[in-house]
């Protein structure tokens, strides 16, 4: 069973390595992550404050209205994901967001609470919007699919190989491992992307660049991972700083022009 699984993991891995971002991102180097790295290591994890739900409500909906009509926009000029999108607010006090399908965004109360300003929560607010604008949502349910059928396919192989039909239990474990890997190969690349849009949204915006990079810093101090490995969902917190600021240098570079297409 072993081998049969590590066999459908590789299998994903192949056909899943094929996909990723929409648009090319810019190189971050081992120098910008250790210079990340470096600041995070010296940065006071996020605080939770308290916060009235009547303050909570008007925060995002202020954040909202600031950044919806750019990301409208740029979003209209990608040509490629949702650009209706639907707001809903939970009042789970983690510090989270979540983009889901038909344009759907759940904005936790919890984004408020640990914000130290109001650019982070519009960092936030771009970072799901910029998920459904790239249309990770549907691309990831794709990938999710791959994966499945191809953890499967290879686990017939195996068992042709050792001649031997896999049982029920077995071919379901091939599928919820290449379903999982075909998720994982992608979302890094993609969270990249979602805060590479963000922080093009919020330039065009006109909200601070600065003051929203530091729910980055303060957040991945909060998480106290330094690196990332492959079947993390998201980049481990320095890198994530660090590509940030290689976005924002690109962007400011470019006057807030949309990247090139990846090929």
Not at 46 to 63: G, H, I, K, Y
Request: charged residues 20%; aromatic residues 4%.
């Amino acid at each position: 069973m072993q081998r049969r699984s590590f066999l459908a993991f590789g299998g994903s891995c192949l056909v899943c390595g094929c996909a990723g971002a929409v648009h090319r991102l810019p190189e971050v180097s081992d120098g910008n992550i250790a210079k990340a790295r470096a600041e995070v290591r010296m940065a006071t994890p996020a605080q939770r404050r308290w916060v009235s739900d009547d303050e909570v409500v008007r925060t995002l909906r202020t954040a909202i209205q600031l950044i919806r009509p750019p990301a409208t926009a740029l979003c209209h000029e990608m040509e490629v994901g949702v650009c209706d999108w639907r707001f809903r607010l939970s009042r789970d006090r983690e510090m989270n967001a979540s983009a889901s399908g038909h344009g759907l965004i759940v904005l936790n109360s919890g984004i408020v609470e640990y914000a130290a300003n109001d650019e982070e929560v519009c960092m936030v607010v771009a970072h799901e919007i910029g998920h459904h604008a790239a249309n990770h949502v549907a691309r990831g349910t794709r990938n999710q699919m791959i994966g499945a059928l191809i953890g499967v396919a290879v686990m017939g192989i195996a068992g042709a190989v050792a001649g031997s039909s896999p049982g029920s239990d077995a071919t379901r474990s091939a599928a919820e491992i290449g379903a999982r890997i075909g998720h994982l190969s992608f979302s890094k690349e993609q969270e990249r992307e979602a805060d590479y849009m963000a922080a093009l949204i919020l330039y065009r915006a006109g909200v601070d660049l600065d003051k929203a990079r530091g729910l980055l810093v303060t957040t991945a101090a909060n998480s106290g991972r330094v690196a990332t490995t492959f079947l993390d969902s998201h980049p481990a917190g320095p890198e994530r700083v660090a590509a940030w600021d290689r976005a924002v240098a690109e962007i400011r570079a470019s006057n807030g022009r949309l990247p090139q297409r990846a090929s």
